[in-house]
């Protein structure tokens, strides 16, 4: 690995914070949604299912990312976070302080973005 234990410990610290944080939004827009109102007129119903796409479009996002995060704290436990999966190389520390749940490094996003727009 090209970078510290500090960062590592920094990273770490970085994931778990923001893990918390996705967790607490998730609580909140949870109870926010099952106190929505869900009955009356044509418009309260249209209301109602914007609502509900919002409440399941934002929670989709957000478990996605609580997923990525705890990929990435099962790699530092396992020794291989800040490898890009596409490289094999070491992502650049700056990159993993920016985005700690990061699997590429920017050469490694790179290439992904290049083969998707040829096989698009």
């Known amino acids: 690995m090209t970078f510290s234990k ?13 893990k918390e944080s996705l967790l607490n939004r998730l609580n909140r ?4 949604f099952k106190e929505h109102e869900r009955s009356g007129d044509d418009a309260d119903l249209s209301t109602s299912n914007l609502a509900e796409h919002a409440f399941v479009t934002t929670t989709k996002r957000i478990r996605t990312q609580l997923l990525e995060i705890e990929k990435a704290l099962l790699r530092i436990q396992l020794g291989a976070f800040g490898l890009c999966e596409v490289t094999q190389e070491p992502i650049e520390e700056a ?3 920016a985005i700690p ?5 920017i050469e490694g996003a790179e290439i992904k973005d290049s083969l998707k727009k040829k096989f698009a």
């Open 95 to 97: 990159r993993l302080k």
């Open 6 to 18: 500090n960062t590592l410990h920094y990273c770490q610290a970085q994931l778990l914070e923001t």
């Open 29 to 32: 827009i949870y109870s926010d």
């Open 101 to 105: 749940w990061t699997r590429l490094s």
